[in-house]
């Protein structure tokens, strides 16, 4: 990777009012799935809703933000951590990649404890596919704290 990253994010329409906080600062700590830009410079370049079930905007919005420079779009935790969660959020990651040939991570922010407590007593996570899309929000105690 260059040295700065251009990222576009999109979120779960059932936050359709979220300012963003708890990504905007895990942008700026590097946290969660934005760990793994430790050594570069992150640059938002859209930051957008799916339109609501089934996805209406992912299409629109994934061709905008590859014209603005996004190399990676990311899918907010809120798709993971919502209930339930997104039923499309494998579709949307395989369109993504598919159609823009952009990298695309699952999560955001770090999940809140809450969510995780939560998740965890429900059992909606135990299934393994899910694993690989909750390891990049998964973090220390501390830090799940500071989220909730």
């Not at 996805?55 to 951590?81: C, P, R, S």
């Not at 499309?88 to 369109?95: Q, R, S, V």
Request: charged residues 25%; hydrophobic residues 35%.
């Amino acid at each position: 990777m260059s040295d700065k990253v251009k990222i576009g994010i999109i979120i779960c329409d059932r936050y359709r009012t979220c300012a963003g906080g708890k990504c905007l600062r895990a942008i700026r700590n590097k946290e969660g799935a934005f760990a793994q830009y430790t050594d570069v410079e992150i640059e938002l370049v859209g930051y957008t809703t799916c339109d609501g079930c089934p996805g209406g905007n992912v299409e629109y919005t994934g061709e905008e933000m590859v014209k603005n420079g996004a190399q990676v779009i990311h899918l907010a935790t809120g798709l993971l951590v919502g209930y339930p969660p997104c039923p499309y959020i494998h579709t949307f990651k395989a369109f993504l990649e598919k159609r823009y040939g952009v990298k695309v991570v699952v999560g955001t922010h770090p999940i809140p404890k809450k969510y995780l407590e939560l998740h965890t007593s429900l059992g909606t996570w135990e299934d393994v596919e899910w694993q690989p899309l909750l390891a990049p929000t998964m973090t220390d105690e501390a830090t799940r704290d500071a989220y909730n």
